[in-house]
């Protein structure tokens, strides 16, 4: 069911990308250059608009959302198409562009959303019998089924024995579920001659992590105290890419350059209003367990750090001027770039945290040290996906997401979490 809706997905979007260039033919003979550009503002375009989760099943529900999601991610788009069509000679017109932007702003919220409404509305939903103990599960299902848009179902939960796990699969007729989910690996292994037999007769039989994971995309800390040699496996296999090294030198190469003249004006400000130093360093915890040194624009008065350290929502009275403004857009991240050119970060893992909070968050979340098998980020799947954390029980779940992106790193999320950053600088979410 989830990879059809993913499937609907990029159709829609396929459409939505081909009507751009059907748009611009109307005005334009097409030339390869043309060609060329038009590519560079559709394709920026649409990824601005899935950074801003135009395609998401919670943005699709509601029109407003949809608009929001699509405005901002067309603004996105043309800005950062821009920067290339610039270096063209034969430029497309301003009028093509104007009129690509409009219908993506005004025209294709309406359609991409009552497409997703629609689409959502007449999939079928999968209905699940689960082996597991309902009090232990059906928290985590239960937030499975509300974002799946009621799209996954459970039929019955099973604390089995051979006896009824039989009957269950030989209803043959108006079967009332759609698959087996073995929700507890233990009870799953003592009925798995009969699990088999389901199988050999066309019943689907699925595993939870998988489940929870391409639906949340996040681990909670239940599941893998249930499937604890499941993930234990996972994480033993995790290393740092080598191919990730050489896209963070570039990333950092060219941030450094372009950001130049940002970093002059930003130290000359902190040093005007508070004096120096501009740039602070702070111990922080990274990969395996190792302390570095991280560097950020001060954005506290000097007189701060005397009180020792405390949560960003803790600081408020400490924030500089200067500081109220760089901190909520992340300009007083920017120094990590060298950290990361120095390759004692990454652009994208999890934040690096003060020795003395990840010790303490380490002994009260037992999978903590977990997210260190990364080298820390300056951005990363957690911070794009929700708040910052004040409290242990939003730590836990930040930690959720910091774990998935540890088990399912990949290029392609990354490019996720760095088209998902623009959002959230934008609209100053995430971490402190």
Not at 250 to 257: D, M, V
Not at 311 to 339: C, H, M, S, W
Request: glycine share 4%.
């Amino acid at each position: 069911m989830l990879r059809k809706l993913a499937g609907y997905k990029y159709i829609i979007a396929t459409l939505l990308y081909a009507s751009l260039f059907f748009t611009q033919s109307l005005t334009l003979t097409w030339t390869v250059p043309y060609i060329v550009q038009a590519l560079i503002l559709n394709t920026a375009i649409m990824l601005g608009i899935y950074a801003f989760r135009g395609f998401d099943n919670s943005t699709t529900s509601s029109m407003n959302s949809c608009f929001v999601s699509f405005l901002s991610g067309t603004i996105l788009g043309v800005v950062f198409a821009m920067i290339p069509i610039l270096f063209f000679h034969a430029r497309l017109p301003r009028f093509s562009i104007a009129l690509t932007a409009a219908i993506s702003i005004f025209i294709f919220p309406f359609i991409g959303c009552i497409l997703m409404r629609y689409t959502i509305k007449h999939l079928p939903p999968k209905r699940y019998l689960v082996i597991g103990r309902e009090e232990e599960l059906s928290p985590i299902l239960e937030e499975v089924r509300k974002a799946s848009m009621n799209k996954i179902q459970i039929y019955s939960y099973l604390n089995p024995s051979p006896a009824t796990l039989a009957a269950t699969i030989e209803m043959e007729t108006a079967r009332p579920y759609d698959a087996i989910l073995i929700g507890d690996p233990q009870l799953a292994r003592g009925v798995e001659s009969l699990i088999s037999q389901a199988e050999a007769r066309n019943i689907a039989v699925e595993y939870l992590p998988l489940i929870v994971e391409s639906v949340l995309k996040r681990i909670p800390m239940k599941l893998v105290d249930i499937f604890r040699d499941y993930y234990t496996i996972a994480f033993s296999n995790i290393h740092q890419s080598y191919r990730k090294r050489v896209i963070d030198i570039l990333i950092s190469t060219f941030a450094i350059t372009v950001l130049s003249p940002v970093f002059l004006i930003l130290y000359l400000l902190i040093v005007i209003e508070d004096g120096r130093p501009a740039v602070f360093t702070q111990k922080r915890v990274g990969l395996n367990n190792t302390i570095f040194t991280i560097h950020k624009f001060r954005s506290m008065y000097k007189s701060s750090e005397k009180q020792g350290a405390k949560y960003a929502t803790q600081q408020g009275d400490n924030i500089t001027k200067i500081g109220k403004f760089i901190r909520p857009v992340r300009l007083d991240e920017i120094p990590q770039f060298f950290d990361i050119l120095r390759g004692k970060m990454s652009f994208i893992g999890p934040r690096p945290e003060q020795p003395n909070f990840a010790e303490e968050l380490s002994q009260q979340l037992p999978y903590y040290k977990l997210r260190h098998k990364l080298k820390t980020g300056l951005t990363g799947w957690a911070q794009t996906n929700y708040k910052y954390a004040a409290t242990i029980e939003e730590q836990e779940k930040k930690l959720s997401y910091d774990l998935y992106y540890v088990k399912n790193q990949s290029t392609l999320l990354d490019l996720q979490i760095i088209l998902k950053t623009f959002e959230t600088v934008l609209f100053r979410k995430g971490a402190k």
